[in-house]
């Protein structure tokens, strides 16, 4: 599984760790991701971010 | 410029830069020059919110001065790490080592990276007030606006939005520092764009979030960091930063930004049929030659603009590089969401439309037609360019 990285803030979203903090579990593929999950960062979209 | 009280026992004390040629080491302010708005709050409690970067320092401490002991400041608020706006913290912490500093948690850890300093740092969390005597701060956590530890802070009796970043422009202050005072709005308006196409675009998402965790909160006077201080009008700019924060999404106002660049004179010469085609439908146009302008004038309007015409020849098999550089800028901005084409000689074999290619994809510039023609300029490939034009200009008015 792909490393994915938010284009605004830098933040790295690593399918390893997921995001719990918002509702996504460790081991989520980015592309598994719902749409309106966003950085937890910066608030910027999925569509914001680039494959690492 | 010496101290301006905007309300009773708070001041304006910025500095005047009109000797940084490159803000941020990339933007050219040579002959607009810039501020660095500070505030002092004489209450029970010393504050000074923002400081100014490293430079005319003594200027800066000779206003507080005027009207309090540098040494006597309780409270050092830092909306914002960058060095433009802490440039004299060491200094300041020499004079007044008992002055505690106030910021958001990320502020904290930058502090210690930026300066050295842990001790006598106060975190405050999104929304929390301190009192300082008759008046009462409240903080706004503000990520991305511009940097991951940004906040706002608002005085609540008066309702004055210390913004920092937000709000601000290039342009040194000519005296007057309020919106209605000033007798050049168009040039403050003009920088203001600027400002925001070089320094905040890439935060058009945060900066809308801003705005709106803002939307209950009464604001009278908006306070930057740099630029006008807007008390006649405060919603006049954020109502133009939120226009222009919205133009990430919506790609901006019909209209078109022709970037050329041109080795020989080929593909500017057919940069001019172009124009003259796009010109017949009477759209907004812009020209700029990508080798000899600044990409800080270009941004602004590629920014505001819902269409890009691009014409450059091809250079070793690949895109002109001072295009190049061009459209990597403006990727790292995030404009995005535009109508493009392109054109341009070639000498041999192609190249640069397909390099081109590559970089406008990621920021969603849709490709809705090009022009790639071997060598000089003819009579017959001059009209073609006069009609690629219009169409182009007219695709770009139907949306």
Same mark, same amino acid.
């Given at each position: 599984?792909?490393?994915?990285?938010?284009?605004?803030?830098?933040?790295?979203?690593?399918?390893?760790?997921?995001?719990?903090?918002?509702?996504?579990?460790?081991?989520?593929?980015?592309?598994?991701?719902?749409?309106?999950?966003?950085?937890?960062?910066?608030?910027?979209?999925?569509?914001?971010?680039?494959?690492? | 410029?010496?101290?301006?009280?905007?309300?009773?026992?708070?001041f304006w004390i910025g500095?005047?830069?009109?000797?940084?040629?490159?803000?941020?080491?990339?933007?050219?302010?040579?002959?607009?020059?810039?501020?660095?708005?500070?505030?002092?709050?004489?209450?029970?409690?010393?504050?000074?919110?923002?400081?100014?970067?490293?430079?005319?320092?003594?200027?800066?401490?000779?206003?507080?001065?005027?009207?309090?002991?540098?040494?006597?400041?309780?409270?050092?608020? !830092?909306?914002?790490?960058?060095?433009?706006?802490?440039?004299?913290?060491?200094?300041?912490?020499?004079?007044?080592?008992d002055a505690t500093i106030?910021?958001?948690?990320?502020?904290?850890?930058? !502090?210690?990276?930026?300066?050295?300093?842990?001790?006598?740092?106060?975190?405050?969390?999104?929304?929390? *007030?301190?009192?300082?005597?008759?008046?009462?701060?409240?903080?706004?956590?503000?990520?991305?606006?511009?940097?991951?530890?940004?906040?706002?802070?608002?005085?609540?009796?008066?309702?004055?939005?210390?913004?920092?970043? +937000?709000?601000?422009?290039?342009?040194?202050?000519?005296?007057?520092?309020?919106?209605?005072?000033?007798?050049?709005?168009?040039?403050?308006?003009?920088?203001?764009?600027?400002?925001?196409?070089?320094?905040?675009?890439?935060?058009?998402?945060?900066?809308?979030?801003?705005?709106?965790?803002?939307?209950?909160?009464?604001?009278?006077?908006?306070?930057?960091?740099?630029?006008?201080?807007?008390?006649?009008?405060?919603?006049?700019?954020?109502?133009?930063?939120?226009?222009?924060?919205?133009?990430?999404?919506?790609?901006?106002?019909?209209?078109?930004?022709?970037?050329?660049?041109?080795?020989?004179?080929?593909?500017?010469?057919?940069?001019?049929?172009?124009?003259?085609?796009?010109?017949?439908?009477?759209?907004?146009?812009?020209?700029?030659?990508?080798?000899? *302008?600044?990409?800080?004038?270009?941004?602004?309007?590629?920014?505001?603009?819902?269409?890009?015409?691009?014409?450059?020849?091809?250079?070793?098999?690949k895109l002109f590089p001072?295009?190049?550089?061009?459209?990597?800028?403006?990727?790292?901005?995030?404009?995005?969401?535009?109508? +493009?084409?392109?054109?341009?000689?070639?000498?041999?074999?192609?190249?640069?439309?397909?390099?081109?290619?590559?970089?406008?994809?990621?920021?969603?510039?849709?490709?809705?037609?090009?022009?790639?023609?071997?060598?000089?300029? *003819?009579?017959?490939?001059?009209?073609?360019?006069?009609?690629?034009?219009?169409?182009?200009?007219?695709?770009? !008015?139907?949306?």
């Open positions: 599984m792909d490393k994915w990285i938010c284009d605004v803030c830098g933040y790295v979203y690593d399918p390893e760790k997921g995001d719990p903090d918002n509702g996504i579990q460790p081991g989520t593929a980015f592309e598994d991701i719902p749409d309106d999950w966003v950085c937890p960062e910066c608030g910027a979209g999925k569509d914001e971010f680039s494959k690492a | 410029m010496p101290a301006v009280e905007i309300k009773p026992n708070i500095v005047n830069d009109r000797t940084t040629d490159l803000f941020e080491g990339l933007w050219p302010v040579t002959e607009e020059g810039v501020s660095y708005n500070t505030y002092l709050i004489d209450d029970d409690k010393k504050v000074v919110i923002d400081l100014v970067k490293a430079l005319k320092t003594d200027e800066f401490f000779d206003q507080i001065d005027e009207i309090m002991p540098v040494s006597s400041l309780d409270y050092v608020i !830092l909306n914002h790490m960058e060095p433009d706006h802490t440039g004299v913290l060491r200094t300041l912490k020499r004079i007044a080592p106030v910021g958001s948690p990320k502020m904290k850890q930058m !502090l210690e990276a930026y300066y050295g300093i842990s001790k006598n740092v106060k975190i405050v969390e999104d929304g929390e *007030t301190l009192s300082i005597g008759k008046r009462t701060l409240q903080f706004f956590h503000t990520p991305f606006v511009h940097w991951p530890e940004t906040m706002m802070t608002y005085e609540t009796s008066d309702s004055i939005l210390f913004a920092c970043d +937000a709000f601000g422009s290039y342009g040194a202050l000519r005296g007057a520092i309020f919106d209605d005072a000033c007798k050049d709005p168009d040039f403050y308006q003009r920088e203001a764009l600027r400002y925001y196409a070089n320094i905040v675009s890439k935060f058009s998402g945060p900066v809308l979030r801003a705005i709106e965790k803002l939307t209950d909160v009464d604001v009278k006077i908006i306070a930057p960091s740099h630029g006008l201080v807007w008390r006649k009008n405060p919603t006049r700019i954020v109502e133009l930063y939120k226009t222009w924060a919205e133009y990430a999404e919506s790609g901006g106002e019909p209209g078109i930004t022709m970037i050329y660049g041109s080795m020989y004179g080929n593909t500017e010469e057919m940069m001019n049929a172009v124009a003259q085609g796009m010109s017949c439908t009477g759209i907004d146009l812009d020209i700029f030659d990508v080798s000899r *302008t600044h990409v800080s004038y270009i941004l602004p309007s590629l920014w505001a603009k819902s269409g890009v015409m691009i014409g450059a020849p091809t250079y070793e098999g001072p295009m190049t550089q061009v459209l990597q800028m403006a990727a790292l901005k995030r404009v995005t969401n535009k109508k +493009a084409a392109y054109f341009g000689s070639f000498g041999w074999s192609g190249g640069a439309l397909k390099q081109l290619n590559t970089f406008i994809e990621p920021i969603k510039w849709e490709l809705s037609s090009s022009m790639e023609f071997h060598g000089g300029i *003819t009579k017959e490939r001059l009209k073609q360019g006069e009609t690629f034009g219009r169409a182009f200009a007219e695709t770009v !008015l139907a949306v």
